[in-house]
């Protein structure tokens, strides 16, 4: 039988070859390619030659820990995605994986399709952050260009409310990114296809140029939030005054996301303070889902930090993210940061959250993204 063209390959360190055989067995029946290793030793041995999209790792072991073999893989692979699976979460193991870049943190028991969705989403983000791979361009990049541009002429905004703590005011709108182009359908795509064609200016200047529209007809009494990659930093326009969303500066906050790597970004510093002396404020987004974790924190010094949906998700229910969205929201607290608690959808995440610290709300429970309301 051949393998699929476009299969992910999986690695599983866990020294536990039950476990680890399990684990193997759930992932090759959805369709991955999966080799195991019982060391972390010998999985760092095997990626000096091989490659994977994402890895799903047992924290404790007999001769090095999972975490360790994190800070070894950070050496080459900056954004491999790596989950890990512990039946003894810890606090501080979990703040280390964050700084680390961990992809996830799982605690045990985990649910077959809660394991599989985060697999898919790793795969899917380590293929997104892989800029200029051979394969996914080659034969295909004129088609993929073609996409692109009909994606370019079609994209538009959705604007998801922000709103207070305890109070329900509205404070802001997320604008996301909207794609009408049936070969990139969704925001992750666009972005992919802009990252491998080398474009992710164009698409940056597009964005920044529709909110800019939106917000020359309102009369600033919120928020426009809005997605900077951390490439858009290198963009002149960014910093030109006479540019669209320049003139609203005073009114948007920009996200950096921290799923982004800013490796390859000069004087980062710099830059950003040039961006607030504008008028801007930055934040940073999905804090606690992506690779870069708290030294990305330090480095950006945001005025404003969005909490990752990862971490809010049933976080009531969850003594350990519990404990994590805790210690955010007094850390922002002592740096004179605002926390926006993201992705949440029920009463009891709504007062949960509010209860231990967070400033700002966002999810569905608020409001799903939408054209801009007529009324302002």
Known sequence: MTEPPLQSRIAIVDDDTMVAASLAALLERAGYVVERFSSPEDALGYLVHESFDAVVSDVSMPTMTGLDMLA??????????????TGAPRLEDTMRAMELGAFRYLSKPIQRDQLLKVVEEAVKWGKLT???????????RENLEAAFNRAMHGIYMAYQPIVGAGTGKLLGYEALLRSKEPALPSPPAVLDAAEKLGRLHALGRRIRELVAIQAGQQDFKH??????????LADPQLYD?????SKFASSVVLELTERASLEGIGDVERRLADLRRMGFRIAVDDLGAGYAGLSYFARVSPDIVKIDMSLTRDVEKDPV?????ASMCQLARELSMSVVAEGIETEAELACVTEIGADLIQGYIIGKPLPYPSAG
Do not use: T
């Open 241 to 245: 005054s006479d540019s669209p969303l």
């Open 72 to 85: 070894r893989m950070r050496e080459r692979h900056h954004d491999l995605p790596v989950i890990f699976i």
């Open 223 to 232: 928020a426009f939030f809005v997605n900077l990659h951390s490439a858009d």
């Open 321 to 325: 993210k519990r404990r994590i969205v």
């Open 130 to 140: 892989r800029v200029g791979s051979e394969s996914s361009i080659g034969a295909v």
